[in-house]
């Protein structure tokens, strides 16, 4: 009953910024905890970013601290991803998800809901 859509995504030289939006619809999102992920072709989806949909808490992946920012608007039903300092290995499919509790987590089990994707490709 929740859907979730990503925009924004696109190709970019290395170096370069790109920023990502989730709208959320369907449901009320209090008290909801959102995340992105990515995939590139015959990987796992892996965790990138969470943050605490109630509170301000947010969780990065050691592999994008400092460079990427999650922040949500929430009279937008909105969260964001900033990605800048692109690498090429960043190239992926970025999910937005969400899960109906406070707490974030890093997992992909943990959550409940997600987006349909968005194709990020950082060329060299």
């Known amino acids: 009953q929740v859907q979730l859509v990503e925009s924004g995504g696109g190709l970019v030289q290395a170096g370069g910024s790109l920023r990502l939006s989730c709208a959320a619809s369907g449901r009320a999102f209090a008290n909801y905890a959102m995340g992105w992920f990515r995939q590139s072709p015959g990987k796992e989806r892996a965790f990138v970013a969470a943050?605490?949909?109630?509170?301000?808490?947010?969780y990065y992946a050691d592999s994008v601290k400092g460079r990427f920012t999650i922040s949500r608007d929430n009279a937008k039903n909105t969260v964001y991803l900033q990605m800048n300092s692109l690498k090429p290995e960043d190239t992926a499919v970025y999910y937005c998800a969400g899960r109906p509790y406070t707490m974030a987590v890093t997992t992909v089990n943990g959550y409940n809901y997600w987006g349909q994707g968005t194709q990020v490709t950082v060329s060299s």
């Open positions: 943050t605490s949909w109630s509170g301000g808490s947010t």
